[in-house]
């Protein structure tokens, strides 16, 4: 059986990058500011999705190998 | 160019039936496992190009681009949405992926079946598989005709584009079955990410960097790049979690998942598939952009061709830009192909064993016997999808909209369901995931039949999960106090 409370704080990190990255809070209602041609926000949203792809990344090649290993 | 495009797309036809017939001659037997999983024998390169080809279908090539072309910058979202899907396989795929290695899973009800072991759950997440995967089939259809129409400029027109490409993968599929659908769906990615790449350049080196061409957009039309309001990113944060719980549970895609020869195999795959919308899907908004830059003021109809459109300019600019270009068209017509094929398959191995197979009581090695109805089965429906795909009816379509809505609402029977081993203590019954399925379902689907498409910026899917979670977490602790008293 997989060891729930262990595991909650990579949720939680999952969740809380999730939140990062769907909603650039410092930017809503705000003026648009560019950053290297391109909106702050963007690269809010940009650096938080790539912080989610990496993690799911090593949790697909490390965290994994805790469930199930073949024998 | 035109000669070229005809000589490419005979090519690939051909090519599709060469495979077909690679992928029988591949198969040592003909059972159900070879024929729908491959015989579990999927490796690393062609897992990981199948899983690609199947998760990005004809609309992330010509439908993307033209949603950026109309929502602006914000339509780079989609990066994180691609990104969510590959991360809602982490709550629950390792533990299935080594239950189903175990118990020889085919199709994702085994799954249900072997966890619950509840027959009206089996029967209603077959149904709820079935309309997805026709919607999704549907679809693709109705697309493959209008590709084959676009890419000859009408020489081909639409229903013969439907027919024609539904017959060319009638032929292979029943053919080399998984064999021949994960080996093509190879090729599509491969000639897919190698096409992007080349547009992607051809574009910095002859119309200009992101940076620039965001600039032009800023200019032509300031609210495409302007900060997302509250109710935006609302919708954003629904749509993550309706395509994050939703996007896995896709049977095709879990299908891949139990077809995968080693589990060492299927990580790094996966874990390959989480980084790659980072590229394919950036470039894909990069295109849309540039439609704007290049061509502002196109309607809704004319916008959804604008990758057509970059693409014939960078032709116009430099003549070498033939070859990517084809390459690209080939793509798109090989991204619907190859999620046209998937979603056969996978619906063709649902009707097969979760529906006639348990309807006629066949267990064990007597459900074998059905491993020459699969292709029988994919026919019927090809002919019957095929002919709605002509002229494509409304109620129909609108019933087919939902897909996402109430394939969501099985995400507690997966995540929840590989928690436990069946009857553990604290596990979830059957009567808790049908008793939030039913719930969650009977809101979103009321919402939707309301006519609510958004509650503040919410869908309906969304609610009727949460609703959906919510009452299979009380029917449990309902159930634990029940027994403790």
């Not at chain 2, 072997?114 to 709820?128: Q, V």
């Not at chain 2, 019957?384 to 019933?399: D, E, H, N, S, V």
């Amino acid at each position: 059986m997989i060891d729930e409370p262990r595991r909650h704080w990579r949720y939680m990190l999952v969740v809380g990058l999730v939140i990062l990255a769907t909603a650039p809070f410092p930017f809503v209602g705000r003026e648009t500011v560019m950053l290297l041609g391109l909106p702050l926000w963007l690269w809010w949203s940009f650096s938080f999705t790539a912080l989610l792809s990496g993690l799911t990344a090593y949790g697909m090649l490390r965290l994994w190998r805790d469930d199930s290993d073949e024998p | 160019m035109d000669s070229a495009i005809t000589i490419a797309t005979g090519s690939y036809i051909a090519f599709l039936l060469v495979m077909g017939l690679l992928g029988r001659r591949s198969m040592p037997r003909q059972t159900l496992s070879e024929f729908y999983l491959a015989g579990r024998s999927i490796g690393f390169m062609v897992l990981l190009l199948t899983l690609f080809a199947t998760q990005y279908s004809g609309n992330s090539l010509s439908g993307f681009p033209g949603k950026t072309y109309r929502a602006g910058l914000s339509y780079f979202m989609s990066v994180t949405f691609m990104v969510g899907i590959i991360a809602g396989f982490l709550p629950f795929v390792p533990r299935l992926a080594a239950q189903a290695r175990e118990k020889l899973f085919l199709t994702p009800t085994d799954y249900l079946a072997d966890r619950f072991g509840h027959k009206t759950l089996n029967y209603l997440s077959a149904l709820i598989f079935s309309i997805t995967l026709c919607n999704f089939l549907l679809a693709q259809l109705i697309a493959m005709g209008h590709a084959f129409s676009g890419i000859t400029e009408g020489r081909i027109p639409h229903w013969a584009g439907v027919l024609g490409g539904a017959l060319v993968i009638l032929v292979y599929e029943c053919l080399g079955g998984m064999r021949a659908v994960a080996w093509t769906d190879a090729f599509q990615g491969m000639v897919l990410l190698v096409g992007l790449a080349l547009v992607v350049a051809l574009i910095i080196v002859e119309i200009g960097t992101p940076a620039a061409i965001v600039a032009t957009v800023g200019q032509i039309a300031p609210e495409k790049i302007n900060n997302p309001d509250l109710r935006t990113c609302i919708t954003w944060l629904s749509t993550f979690l309706l395509l994050g719980l939703g996007g896995p549970l896709y049977p095709q895609a879990l299908q891949r998942i139990y077809a995968a020869r080693k589990l060492s195999e299927l990580r790094r795959a996966l874990g390959a598939m989480a980084v790659i919308p980072l590229f394919a899907i950036t470039t894909v908004v990069f295109i849309g952009l540039t439609g704007i830059a290049l061509f502002p003021g196109l309607d809704n109809v004319t916008s959804d061709r604008v990758t057509f459109k970059v693409l014939a300019h960078l032709v116009e600019l430099e003549p070498l830009a033939q070859i990517p270009v084809i390459m690209v068209m080939i793509a798109v017509l090989a991204a619907i192909m190859s999620t046209a094929d998937s979603a056969l398959l996978s619906l063709s191995s649902i009707l097969t064993k979760d529906v006639a197979a348990r309807f006629l009581g066949l267990e064990g090695a007597r459900i074998e016997k059905l491993s020459r109805l699969g292709p029988v089965i994919s026919a019927v429906v090809l002919l019957i999808l095929g002919t709605i795909a002509i002229q494509p009816q409304l109620t129909l379509w609108r019933l087919l909209e939902i897909k996402f809505e109430i394939l969501i609402q099985l995400s507690p029977a997966f995540i929840l369901g590989t928690l436990h081993e069946r009857d553990a203590p604290g596990s979830f019954s059957a009567r808790d995931i049908l008793t939030g399925l039913v719930i969650g379902l009977a809101v979103a689907l009321g919402l939707w039949a309301a006519g609510i498409r958004s509650l503040h910026g919410l869908h309906p899917g969304v609610i009727g999960v949460a609703a959906n979670y919510s009452a299979v977490l009380l029917s449990r602790r309902l159930s634990v106090s029940s027994v403790k008293a």
